[in-house]
């Protein structure tokens, strides 16, 4: 009783070392904040020291590191340090270490709190057990109970083999809640090593996938099972490297070259989100006039329709300071998706790309904006379309591969959309793909169009051939092509143009290029008021 009694600094801690007499004391440190501090600074240092030697060799962060470039400096908060497996199998408790190879807490990105894991390689791999993935589906619970972004850093060897099914069922919470979060808050993941098996499945149901040039891997089976079961020969990088998934796969949605420029490009993308399904995206303040010209708009107006050109160019000069982030740069190019913002407002834009397949519809290009329209509905971002389509990519290809199908949900999804839908149609907006890029009777809620809008069924070379096929068959040959010239012009005067359609209500305004800026800022501010955030049924962001 008497040692509780005592002063937690022992007398022999207190010496006289200042001057003037004045007694100064040196504090002993207690034994067990010394254990403690030996304990958390083991744990923090991660895996071996040759472990993490070989991580740096490979040019990649730690796992702390990785939180630091992300978050505000000094905003981390971690918990479960030391959290350790209690598996003891196959020789695996030699090699425990605290924390169970994972980094999970709170931090700050721009002042704004999202919830962090981080996967350390150099312990175990990175490799999940049931002490990880308990960490994984505590931070989500917590995550989605207090309505904040979720940010999963992969580096890992796929499920824990030492621990057999628990480890499997790890993954099964995960993939549990990653669904159960979906279209209430963002979820994001960062590849920045292998993802492999099953593992890859988590970030595939989470909303955005960053991948890193040279580090990055996701695979079902990697490639000596590639061989084994198929007898093809793939290197990691063909088979699942950041190319692939970004251009052929649809996998990723953002490549980095470096991990610095990866949390650089994931910043920019969390100023564009709001916090949960209960939150307006945030606004910013811009210098940028509302009635800014955009000469480019005139200029499509003199533009042979069939000659091609980057949309890309058009959202530059429509958004505010022309910076525009696009999402999936590398898939299905002939639609071009991503954020911008009109006069502060965040908005989604979805845009034909004539540069592509001349800016047709194809299944990727379906897949793509459909899933990207649900998120924007999902979190009260309004959507701008712009339209230049010709059409539907023709093929037995297409055909075969379920462009009906897929298709379909590009429908689908606007008209389930109630954020506001503004629309411009730039050229042409020909048939099926004129209703499905978001068309008035499919819900856009303001229709505008250039003077040089070509609206119709299909465009007037198929026309003419169809409505025409016997006066053209019973034509000399020599007549054939300016009788078919002359068809189409005609054709041409009737439909390709905007007016036909606006005398039917199916546009609501034919506007002068020139103030193009302003009329979308005017319709997205008028439509602000049409749904507050969280009011809207949630439908979660089905991987399409
Ligand atoms: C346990 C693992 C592991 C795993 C790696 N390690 N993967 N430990 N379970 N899944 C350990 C290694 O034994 C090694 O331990 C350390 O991590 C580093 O691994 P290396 O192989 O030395 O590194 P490297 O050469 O860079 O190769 C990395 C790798 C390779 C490509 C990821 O380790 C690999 O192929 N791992 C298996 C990948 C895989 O098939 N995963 C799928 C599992 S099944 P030491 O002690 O030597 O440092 C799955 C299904 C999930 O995930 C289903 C969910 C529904």
Not at 444 to 472: C, H, K, T, W, Y
Request: net charge neutral; aromatic share 8%.
């Amino acid at each position: 009783m008497a040692d509780l009694m005592q002063n937690p600094i022992s007398d022999q801690a207190a010496q006289t070392a200042g001057t003037k007499g004045h007694p100064k004391r040196v504090r002993i440190v207690p034994e067990s904040l010394k254990k403690f501090r030996d304990i958390t600074s083991q744990a923090e240092a991660g895996g071996p020291p040759e472990k993490v030697e070989a991580q740096k060799k490979r040019g990649k962060l730690t796992a702390r590191e990785r939180i630091g470039y992300l978050v505000d400096e000094g905003t981390f908060q971690e918990f479960g340090l030391l959290v350790e497996s209690r598996c003891t199998d196959f020789g695996i408790k030699e090699k425990h270490i605290k924390g169970d190879g994972i980094v999970t807490g709170f931090g700050r990105v721009n002042g704004r709190p999202v919830a962090i894991f981080s996967q350390d390689f150099t312990q175990l791999g990175g490799s999940l057990g049931l002490a990880q993935a308990k960490k994984i589906a505590n931070l989500m619970d917590m995550a989605l109970e207090s309505r904040m972004p979720v940010i999963g850093i992969l580096d890992s060897g796929g499920a824990r083999i030492q621990e057999g099914v628990d480890s499997l069922d790890g993954y099964g919470e995960i993939f549990y809640r990653n669904t159960k979060s979906s279209g209430i808050i963002p979820q994001i993941s960062v590849i920045v090593g292998p993802c492999a098996g099953g593992a890859v499945y988590s970030p595939a149901l989470t909303d955005f996938v960053f991948m890193v040039k040279g580090i990055s891997h996701m695979f079902v089976t990697g490639p000596e099972v590639v061989k084994a079961a198929t007898g093809e020969e793939v290197d990691f990088d063909t088979l699942g490297g950041s190319m692939t998934h970004a251009s052929k796969s649809g996998v990723c949605h953002f490549v980095a070259n470096s991990e610095p420029d990866c949390f650089r490009q994931l910043k920019e993308l969390l100023s564009f989100l709001p916090q949960s399904r209960y939150e307006a995206p945030p606004e910013h303040s811009t210098k940028d006039p509302a009635d800014r010209k955009i000469p480019l708009l005139e200029d499509l107006c003199g533009m042979d329709p069939r000659k091609s050109y980057r949309v890309h160019h058009i959202i530059w000069w429509l958004s505010d300071d022309h910076a525009f982030l696009e999402v999936h740069h590398d898939f299905a190019k002939n639609i071009v998706v991503g954020f911008m913002r009109l006069g502060g407002q965040v908005v989604g834009v979805i845009a034909n790309n004539p540069a592509h397949m001349a800016g047709a519809l194809d299944i990727n290009a379906s897949d793509k904006a459909a899933r990207f329209i649900r998120f924007l509905n999902n979190y009260n971002i309004p959507i701008l379309t712009l339209v230049d389509v010709p059409g539907y990519w023709p093929g037995v290809a297409q055909e075969h591969g379920g462009i009906i199908r897929h298709g379909a949900k590009l429908l689908y999804a606007y008209s389930e959309a109630t954020v506001p839908k503004v629309t411009l149609v730039l050229r042409k907006a020909y048939g099926g793909a004129y209703i499905a890029m978001s068309s008035k009777f499919l819900r856009g809620d303001l229709n505008f169009s250039l003077p040089s809008a070509e609206i119709a069924v299909m465009g007037p070379r198929g026309a003419v051939e169809i409505l025409f096929s016997r006066q053209i068959k019973e034509a000399k040959e020599e007549d054939k092509e300016a009788l078919r010239a002359k068809l189409a012009k005609e054709y041409s005067d009737k439909f390709a143009s905007p007016y036909q359609t606006a005398s039917t209500g199916s546009l609501d305004e034919v506007i002068e290029p020139a103030t193009a800026r302003a009329r979308l800022i005017g319709a997205f501010r008028f439509l602000s008021g049409k749904r507050r955030p969280g009011e809207h049924e949630r439908t979660g962001n089905i991987p399409l």
